[in-house]
């Protein structure tokens, strides 16, 4: 049976998932009847523990991996009904931003930024003033002759995301893209991602495990739990009244709004577990 | 209690607290805002007549999804209101 799609917000669908399934050999069921819909000009998030599916969800969207039924669609176009020659310029209008950066060390900040213009065929002068223009917007003109370990994590994934944009992408798709900075910095890059969203008009696609990403950044959400969406909504709606289990413990870690009531009746109700067999951890 | 944007407990809670003379104090708070809208819940001991507390409790509880341990408590003693769950707030 479909599975009922995930409404994705007010703009004409730029990603659509139609009871997508995923198993991988030896059976296992990465992704499961999966139907969800983003919108242009939404941030959707997508958030599950490791192992949920989304990061299966993730190259699904961008071609990487094939879907074992169902369809996923970019730009109105089947990515199933495209050969890889067909996919290239699907890919073109989505780019990637990754956790760990996945920068070329070898190349400076321009010539991380500057590969895929050179790559679509821009001539070297057209793609030089284009990657200079993207860094400048990231916070980054004048960074151009550093080398990526010269750069702290913050900046890295400020290139990470001016190398996605170059291209002038519709989609952005991040995949954990604050999961290895500290929070000031995390911040940083969320603040950098709304004006992604908001002045550049880019539909962005992220995955995480933290709700607090979620809280900060999206307009939509969708809770993957074993490969299914368990809940979705608008963002202020699944935080005030969420209604899945799983959903209600992330919520719980992203506003800690409840006092630990452990000491008291031996079980606390505001989220915090057990921090060894027979004690609790103090709430956070 | 939730603090929910548009949700009517916070409004609910002078009135019950009037009417059934239970006096509170505040336990613990967690306020923040998502999307610009506030968003959290607070804790209040209620402090009153067992029966005056259980009937503020229960107040609330009707309100929204707010929930209350007013369990059979003497005069000097508390009921707790949170949003997740009933609980035992007597001490």
């Known amino acids: 049976m479909t599975a009922p799609a995930t409404p994705g917000g007010p ?3 730029v990603i659509e998932l139609r009871d997508v399934r995923k198993e991988f050999p030896g059976g296992a069921m990465a992704v499961d009847g999966v139907s969800l819909t983003v919108g242009a000009g939404t941030v959707f998030g997508v958030v599950g523990h490791s192992g949920a599916g989304k990061s ?5 969207v961008n071609g990487l991996e094939e879907p074992t039924s169902g369809s996923v669609l970019v730009d109105g176009q089947d990515l199933s009904a495209l050969g890889e020659r067909g996919l290239r310029p699907v890919r073109r209008e989505i780019g990637m931003v990754f956790q760990q950066f996945n920068l070329f060390r070898s190349r400076t900040v321009l010539g991380n930024v500057l590969y895929p213009l050179r790559l679509a065929g821009l001539d070297r ?27 702290s994590g913050g900046q890295r994934q400020r290139v990470g995301i001016a190398r996605a944009l170059t291209t002038r992408p519709k989609v952005l798709l991040c995949d954990e893209a604050t999961s290895a900075l500290d929070p000031q910095t995390t911040g940083e890059v969320l603040a950098l991602l709304r004006r992604v969203n908001r002045e550049l008009g880019v539909t962005i696609l992220l995955i995480t495990h933290e709700m607090e990403v979620v809280r900060g950044l999206c307009d939509r959400v969708a809770v993957m739990e074993e490969g ?11 935080f005030a009244r969420p209604r899945h289990a799983t959903t209600a413990a992330f919520v719980r870690s992203a506003l800690h709004s409840a006092p630990c009531t452990a000491p008291r009746t031996g079980r606390c109700w505001s989220g915090c577990g ?5 004690g609790w951890s103090p709430c956070r | 209690m939730p603090v929910i944007d548009g949700a009517p ?22 306020v923040g805002e998502v999307r610009g809208r506030p968003l959290g819940s607070v804790t209040l001991e209620l402090r009153g007549e067992e029966a005056a507390v259980e009937a503020v409790a229960a107040g609330l ?5 707010t929930t209350a341990g007013a369990a059979a408590v003497p005069a000097n003693a508390t009921a707790t209101a949170t949003a997740s769950g009933v609980k035992a707030g007597v001490r």
């Open chain 1, 11 to 13: 703009g004409q669908p």
């Open chain 1, 56 to 60: 299966t969800l993730l190259r699904l």
């Open chain 1, 125 to 151: 002068a057209a793609a030089r003033a284009r990657a200079e223009e993207t860094l400048d917007f990231v916070g980054l003109s004048g960074h151009g002759g550093r080398y990526p370990e010269q750069l």
């Open chain 1, 228 to 238: 299914k969406v368990v809940e979705s909504g608008e963002v202020y709606e699944v």
């Open chain 1, 274 to 278: 057990p921090a060894t067999r027979g």
């Open chain 2, 9 to 30: 407990v916070m409004d609910a809670l002078a009135p019950l607290l009037r009417g059934h003379g239970v006096d509170f104090a505040f336990v613990h708070g967690g």
């Open chain 2, 61 to 65: 509880a009707s309100v929204t999804g």
